[in-house]
């Protein structure tokens, strides 16, 4: 098992930045790619990023490539989400999850999730 826990979220202005971060326990993630998804009220969840973890290959929606940017540190267990030059439709609750690198489908059970809110 493989617990997840999202942080850094907030409001920000649009043009500004955030750095989110999944915090992960349990088994290791070196078999895994994971990766960020986003659910805007109203909206479908949508996958925003993914990384594998051993050889930090990525794949980025094409609405966030360019701005944001994925990566990881194996030691902290920890996966990040830079996110800049921010625009109101990033406003969402981004969640991380692991996935099925190449198709970007979630594998696992959503956790609660961090808030992303961006003003104009």
């Known amino acids: 098992q493989v617990q997840l826990v999202e942080s850094g979220g907030g409001l920000v202005q649009a043009g500004g930045s955030l750095r989110l971060s999944c915090a992960a326990s349990?088994?290791?993630?070196?078999?895994?790619?994971m990766g960020w998804f986003r659910q805007a009220p109203g909206k479908e969840r949508e996958f925003v990023a993914a990384i594998t973890w051993i050889t930090g290959s990525t794949n980025y929606a094409d609405s966030v490539k360019g701005r944001f940017s994925i990566s990881r540190d194996g030691a902290k267990r920890t996966m990040y989400l830079q996110m800049n030059s921010l625009r109101p439709e990033d406003t969402a609750v981004y969640y991380c999850?692991?996935?099925?690198?190449?198709?970007?489908?979630?594998?696992?059970?959503w956790g609660q999730g961090t808030q992303v809110t961006v003003s104009s």
């Open positions: 999850n692991r996935v099925n690198f190449g198709d970007e489908t979630p594998v696992w059970s």
């Open positions: 349990g088994r290791s993630l070196n078999s895994y790619a």
